[in-house]
């Protein structure tokens, strides 16, 4: 057992807002163990599920139906992470850990610090090499884009 694993069930139900990166860094070790043992074991899938809940259901389920697209634009070599959704698809950049959706949009409006199953499903996704690649003409970049970047109608 790790200290990691000890951690209260319950944390949703506190009151106190969590610090503003605490579901990145948790999401980050998590990813740490997946990588070394490069799969998601029973374990990794437990505690993600204890942290995240419905947005690891919802990120997993985007997994295994391979939503988590990487397009790769040429010959600039600009990377674009999309994961498909239901109604639309969502634009993902994860260095800035931003996310077209209103999950996301509201956190922001809220002051909620979460992630969104998007970004948590794009995490898991580049770590274990497993989405779809894609490649497209740059010609497409701007058109595409637009398209990602509009809000949700
Ligand atoms: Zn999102």
Redesign the pocket.
Known sequence: MTTMEQMPHNKFQVCAPMSADSESDILNTICKEVKAEGKLTGKNITRLYEVFGQRFTKAFEALKENRVKKYTFKPSGRVVWV?VGKERD?L?MPDAEF??????YFRVLDRKIHL????IAQKIASILEWYEKIEEHDELYEPLMREWRKPTP
Not at 116 to 119: E, I, K, V
């Open positions: 994961v969502y993902i996310c077209t959706c209103n999950d996301f969104c199953y998007h970004l």
